[in-house]
């Protein structure tokens, strides 16, 4: 088990595993915050903060919502607005700085809006 935090520690994970891959995506978002994402499925990752801790922004197509710690406005992660889509993934950043160097960087254009 690893975990992740945001600066202020306001967000905590704990996590199944370290990511043997990140992926550095280029998308109209992503870009812009900087992320590397680590996906999980939800089961693996438990989120541990005040239920109103993240401001949840979502974009074009709604279809998943960009969670930031609203005190300190790191990038925590992002899930599926739709409970069905078990996949997640977690800001690689709020991991510690060893286990991210461990991990291989992929680099993907995701979607634009
Ligand atoms: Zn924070």
Not at 65 to 74: D, E, I, L, V
Request: positive net charge.
């Amino acid at each position: 088990m690893i975990e992740a935090a945001c600066h202020c520690g306001a967000v905590r994970m704990e996590i199944a595993a370290a990511p043997d891959q990140v992926t550095q995506c280029h998308c109209s978002i992503c870009r812009k915050l900087g992320v590397l994402w680590a996906y999980y499925p939800r089961d693996q990752v438990r989120i541990i903060a005040a239920p109103d801790a993240t401001l949840a922004y979502l974009r074009g197509e709604r279809n998943i919502a960009f969670h930031s710690c609203k005190t300190c406005g790191c990038t925590t992660h992002w899930s599926a607005v739709d409970p069905a889509r078990k996949r997640m993934a977690v800001n690689a950043r709020l991991m510690e700085p060893q286990v991210l160097a461990a991990a291989a960087v992929r680099e993907i254009q995701g979607p634009e809006g």
